[in-house]
Nanobody
Framework: QVHVVESGGGLVRPGDSLTLSCAGS?????????VGWFRQAPGKEREGVSC????????YTLNSVKGRFTMSRGKDKNTVYLQMNSLKVEDTAVYFC?????????WGQGTQVTVSS
């Protein structure tokens, strides 16, 4: 079992920026593994936001966030970030991180992002 932990959510206004973090905890590391950010808004299905391959190339970005959200891996290689700029009300959701490790999927508990004026 790999422990994945997200952080950085919060309440922001439209147009603001926020950076989410995802990292392995308890001795687990995400270094060298593919990681994806997903989100689920109330009453909607979970959708993929952005995915990063094991060699740190972006393999997917949701159309509605292109040009606003950027996914990257930190220098420690364990932490994966989702930089979110020009946030919109419709970005409000619980954001989840998923790591793909040797064919298994490990999800974090999610972090709430609320965009409201």
């Amino acid at each position: 079992q790999v422990h994945v932990v997200e952080s950085g959510g919060g309440l922001v206004r439209p147009g603001d920026s926020l950076t989410l973090s995802c990292a392995g905890s308890g001795g687990d590391s995400l270094d060298g593994y593919a990681v994806g950010w997903f989100r689920q808004a109330p009453g909607k299905e979970r959708e993929g936001v952005s995915c990063l391959s094991s060699i740190d190339s972006i393999t997917y970005t949701l159309n509605s966030v292109k040009g606003r959200f950027t996914m990257s891996r930190g220098k420690d290689k364990n932490t994966v970030y989702l930089q979110m700029n020009s946030l919109k009300v419709e970005d409000t959701a619980v954001y989840f991180c998923k790591a793909n490790i040797y064919g298994f999927e490990y999800w974090g508990q999610g972090t709430q992002v609320t965009v409201s004026s």
